[in-house]
């Protein structure tokens, strides 16, 4: 087997790395990037442990191959805080108690970050459907919905402030991921 | 094993029939990565056919509608033309696994994928959709239901893939819609299922009808029986009756845990009026 050499973009970084032809962009992340957010619940689509974004659209790193991101841009739940600063969605999930054993987190925090950079006023039940790709089997859910709707509150009186920065919500890009 | 992305759909063909091996196509990955994961497939070449141009866009044409085979559902669910064209066959594709899965997978995946549950295959055979088969000798046109041969299994020929979905031009009053039973609200296998596309005459009289049915035979089931038992009504419940009696003689069903033979039986027949009560709504009926 040779390795297929694949140039990309991970939280804005370029990145490069070889991997095998079968290998998924999970195991890229963790064990080549040294990126271990992204976790493997399931490995087959199921759990959402490993959400990130390519090209803006949610997906699960177990169900793409680490070959295809050439000239992608990935995101990961490492890219999500500015610096020191937490995201909104971060500090809330901590605020609510959104967590137990955390395993789930990192996709919960993709997935919802995903939602809110396409709607930032989503109703519980929208919330509800955005997160039904990801499970938690320790929270019961309703901590992180509120979570999610707290981050949603924050993310909005943020940018009601001239003075704050506005985070550009970036559209999917037409490309399937 | 390698892993191809060639940018014309002859390159993908060349590379598929030039493999001595078994050669895959990669489209959304949502069913061939879990089975590649599960050792359940070992290709010789991957032919990923996300960076073919030809293959990337939902185009409106004079007879209708082109779905290239490298579209995502989420991005078919995005299309408003497309929507409010075949309302039926977006939602059927939009109910396909969760935002994870829909950023990835496609309509043409679940069709070759050739599970008798593919969510998007009943609204498709409802719509006449057509697949765009290109192979070593050249294209060829075949309606959607004549793609599946079995569970797993299709009538695609050594190096031959799909390269787009048509769906035909919608005329006067038309609509349709899908509807499947799960036990949850959602990311579960459909129990079974009912797609329904009509056009309506006079007077909101059906003129023209097709209804499928999936996950109650080992292929999606066109049953003419029950266009036929609306075509010239008003769906009134004697007709809907008919439909649904005309839909039940057409299953045969697998018994599991999931779902019972009566059971699937008898809500494939519920399910093929209530989503023939929806198309007819949307037809402005
Ligand atoms: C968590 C999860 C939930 C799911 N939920 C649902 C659901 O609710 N309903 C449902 O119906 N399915 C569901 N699925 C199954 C799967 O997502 C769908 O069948 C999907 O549409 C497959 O599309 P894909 O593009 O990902 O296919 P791929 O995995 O890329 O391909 C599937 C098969 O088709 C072949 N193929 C793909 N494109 C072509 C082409 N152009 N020409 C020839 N052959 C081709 C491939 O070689 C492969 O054998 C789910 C899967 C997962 C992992
Ligand atoms: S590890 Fe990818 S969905 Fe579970
Ligand atoms: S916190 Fe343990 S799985 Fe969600």
């Given at each position: 087997?040779?390795?297929?050499?694949?140039?990309?973009?991970?939280?804005?970084?370029?990145?490069?790395?070889?991997?095998?032809?079968?290998?998924?962009?999970?195991?890229?992340?963790?064990n080549r990037v040294g990126l271990t957010g992204a976790k493997e619940g399931c490995g087959t689509g199921d759990c959402g442990a490993c959400s990130v974004t390519v090209d803006g659209r949610?997906?699960?790193?177990?169900?793409?191959?680490?070959?295809?991101?050439?000239?992608?841009?990935?995101?990961?739940?490492?890219?999500?805080?500015?610096?020191?600063?937490?995201?909104?969605?971060?500090?809330?999930?901590?605020?609510?108690?959104?967590?137990?054993?955390?395993?789930?987190?990192?996709?919960?925090?993709?997935?919802?970050?995903?939602?809110?950079?396409?709607?930032?006023?989503?109703?519980?039940?929208?919330?509800?459907?955005?997160?039904?790709?990801?499970?938690?089997?320790?929270?019961?859910?309703?901590?992180?919905?509120?979570?999610?709707?707290?981050?949603?509150?924050?993310?909005?009186?943020?940018?009601?402030?001239?003075?704050?920065?506005?985070?550009?919500?970036?559209?999917?890009?037409?490309?399937?991921? | 094993?390698?892993?191809?992305?060639?940018?014309?759909?002859?390159?993908?063909?060349?590379?598929?029939?030039?493999?001595?091996?078994?050669?895959?196509?990669?489209?959304?990955?949502?069913?061939?990565?879990?089975?590649?994961?599960?050792?359940?497939?070992?290709?010789?070449?991957?032919?990923?056919?996300?960076?073919?141009?030809?293959?990337?866009?939902?185009?409106?044409?004079?007879?209708?509608?082109?779905?290239?085979?490298?579209?995502?559902?989420?991005?078919?669910?995005?299309?408003?033309?497309?929507?409010?064209?075949?309302?039926?066959?977006?939602?059927?594709?939009?109910?396909?696994?969760?935002?994870?899965?829909?950023?990835?997978?496609?309509?043409?995946?679940?069709?070759?994928?050739?599970?008798?549950?593919?969510?998007?295959?009943?609204?498709?055979?409802?719509?006449?959709?057509?697949?765009?088969?290109?192979?070593?000798?050249?294209?060829?046109?075949?309606?959607?239901?004549?793609?599946?041969?079995?569970?797993?299994?299709?009538?695609?020929?050594?190096?031959?893939?799909?390269?787009?979905?048509?769906?035909?031009?919608?005329?006067?009053?038309?609509?349709?819609?899908?509807?499947?039973?799960?036990?949850?609200?959602?990311?579960?296998?459909?129990?079974?299922?009912?797609?329904?596309?009509?056009?309506?005459?006079?007077?909101?009289?059906?003129?023209?009808?097709?209804?499928?049915?999936?996950?109650?035979?080992?292929?999606?089931?066109?049953?003419?029986?029950?266009?036929?038992?609306?075509?010239?009504?008003?769906?009134?419940?004697?007709?809907?009756?008919?439909?649904?009696?005309?839909?039940?003689?057409?299953?045969?069903?697998?018994?599991?845990?999931?779902?019972?033979?009566?059971?699937?039986?008898?809500?494939?027949?519920?399910?093929?009026?209530?989503?023939?009560?929806?198309?007819?709504?949307?037809?402005?009926?």
């Amino acid at each position: 087997m040779s390795g297929v050499h694949v140039s990309t973009t991970i939280n804005g970084d370029a990145v490069e790395f070889v991997c095998q032809p079968g290998e998924v962009l999970l195991d890229v992340l963790r064990n080549r990037v040294g990126l271990t957010g992204a976790k493997e619940g399931c490995g087959t689509g199921d759990c959402g442990a490993c959400s990130v974004t390519v090209d803006g659209r949610l997906v699960c790193a177990c169900l793409v191959l680490g070959a295809e991101v050439e000239g992608r841009a990935v995101n990961t739940v490492e890219g999500m805080a500015n610096g020191n600063q937490l995201h909104p969605l971060q500090q809330k999930f901590i605020e609510h108690a959104a967590l137990q054993c955390g395993i789930c987190t990192p996709g919960f925090l993709v997935a919802a970050k995903a939602l809110l950079d396409r709607n930032s006023d989503p109703t519980e039940e929208q919330i509800r459907y955005a997160l039904a790709g990801n499970l938690c089997r320790c929270t019961g859910y309703d901590k992180i919905v509120r979570a999610v709707q707290a981050a949603a509150k924050d993310l909005a009186v943020d940018a009601t402030k001239p003075a704050a920065k506005k985070k550009a919500t970036k559209k999917p890009s037409k490309k399937s991921a | 094993m390698r892993y191809e992305a060639p940018t014309t759909t002859k390159d993908a063909v060349a590379l598929l029939s030039k493999t001595k091996g078994k050669g895959q196509v990669l489209a959304g990955g949502s069913d061939l990565l879990v089975r590649l994961k599960g050792g359940f497939v070992e290709p010789e070449v991957i032919v990923d056919i996300k960076r073919i141009p030809a293959m990337q866009a939902v185009s409106k044409t004079a007879s209708g509608f082109k779905i290239g085979a490298a579209v995502s559902c989420a991005q078919l669910g995005e299309n408003s033309a497309l929507k409010k064209a075949w309302p039926g066959v977006v939602e059927a594709a939009n109910l396909i696994g969760s935002d994870q899965i829909q950023s990835r997978c496609t309509v043409v995946g679940n069709l070759c994928n050739a599970s008798p549950a593919a969510d998007s295959v009943p609204a498709m055979v409802a719509a006449k959709a057509k697949a765009v088969v290109v192979g070593p000798k050249g294209k060829r046109t075949v309606p959607v239901e004549d793609v599946v041969a079995g569970p797993g299994k299709t009538t695609l020929k050594a190096g031959e893939l799909i390269e787009s979905i048509t769906l035909p031009a919608r005329k006067g009053k038309s609509g349709d819609a899908y509807l499947r039973f799960i036990p949850r609200t959602e990311m579960d296998i459909a129990v079974c299922s009912a797609g329904v596309s009509l056009t309506l005459g006079k007077g909101g009289v059906v003129a023209e009808a097709r209804v499928a049915l999936g996950a109650v035979a080992p292929t999606v089931v066109l049953v003419p029986a029950a266009a036929k038992a609306i075509i010239g009504t008003k769906l009134d419940d004697d007709a809907l009756a008919a439909m649904a009696a005309a839909c039940e003689a057409a299953c045969n069903p697998i018994d599991d845990k999931r779902g019972t033979v009566e059971f699937r039986t008898e809500v494939a027949g519920v399910l093929a009026k209530r989503a023939a009560k929806i198309a007819y709504q949307r037809a402005g009926g």
